[in-house]
């Protein structure tokens, strides 16, 4: 069993900047990669960023404006958005797989303006 609680969404203006952290709680020896999820109204679900042990993915919307990355002594999944567009705004979930199940957040809201 493994928790993920999100934390730092909100509102920001065009070309802002926020970092979402993502605290794993449980059995953490059972992840194997973590990543960030976003979800829009009306739209699938898409993997904006992923990272396992020694490789980062980014969809290519995210590629050099977000970078992701992982504490491991803190147990903790960030994502430092920077560069925002009112394309970015969505809910954002943390998620990580392991060998027989993917865990995920409840999500948090990030609502870019322009």
């Known amino acids: 069993q493994v928790q993920l609680v999100e934390s730092g969404g909100g509102l920001v203006q065009a070309g802002g900047s926020l970092r979402l952290s993502c605290a794993a709680s449980?059995?953490?020896?059972?992840?194997?990669?973590m990543g960030w999820y976003r979800q829009a109204p009306g739209k699938e679900r898409e993997l904006v960023a992923a990272?396992?042990?020694?490789?980062?993915f980014y969809t290519n919307s995210a590629k050099g404006r977000f970078t992701i990355s992982r504490d491991n002594a803190k147990n903790t999944l960030y994502l430092q958005m920077d560069r925002l567009k009112p394309e970015d705004t969505a809910i954002y979930y943390c998620?990580?797989?392991?060998?027989?199940?993917?865990?995920w957040g409840k999500g948090t809201q990030i609502t870019v303006s322009s």
């Open positions: 998620e990580a797989t392991g060998f027989e199940h993917a865990y």
């Open positions: 449980g059995s953490i020896s059972s992840i194997n990669a």
């Open positions: 990272i396992s042990s020694g490789d980062t």
